[in-house]
């Protein structure tokens, strides 16, 4: 973690808190983000959790749902995610996946953990490897699944 922000960082961090507020407003949970690639905004997002019934509709994840259709391309490297709460370990993998090259945040587990919102357990459950969440994971290897990455492999030529 690195501590230097800008003006433009504390502008897009007030943009995030404040979609988190208008968020809450409406009776989602209290979570905004902001997409930047350097000064231009690519996208916003806020928990959709409760209007789409989707426990994967965080901010952060969102916010790169709505950019990957506004630009029509699902990566987004070198962007930075502005969010008003510390991101989550989905969050921060989608991130990972997506190329986002920095992340700014406001509220951390000291602030959100007493009204529920700590990330720490969940990073905790990801640090075993594969197969070690707590989860039942069961491989059962199929005839056919080196044929879908044949497939796939044959029409990209
Ligand atoms: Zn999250």
Not at 35 to 62: C, F, K, M, P, S
Not at 114 to 125: A, K, M, N, V
Not at 131 to 157: C, N
């Amino acid at each position: 973690m690195t501590s230097e922000t800008s003006r433009f960082d504390e502008q897009m961090i007030h943009q995030a808190v404040t979609l988190a507020l208008t968020n809450a407003d409406k009776g989602g949970e209290p979570f905004g983000a902001v997409l930047t690639r350097g000064t231009e905004i690519v996208a916003e997002g806020v928990n959709d959790a409760h209007i789409d019934h989707d426990l994967t509709a965080h901010a952060e994840i969102q916010a790169l749902r709505h950019a990957g259709k506004a630009q029509r391309q699902a990566s987004h490297t070198g962007t930075t995610m502005y969010a008003s709460g510390k991101p989550c370990a989905m969050c921060m993998a989608a991130m990972i996946q997506a190329g986002v090259a920095r992340i700014v945040f406001a509220a951390d587990d000291d602030l959100g953990g007493p009204y529920g919102f700590s990330t720490e357990s969940l990073y905790r459950q990801m640090q075993g490897n594969f197969g070690h969440q707590g989860i039942d994971v069961v491989h059962l290897p199929h005839p056919e699944s080196r044929e879908a990455f044949e497939r796939y492999q044959a029409l990209l030529g």
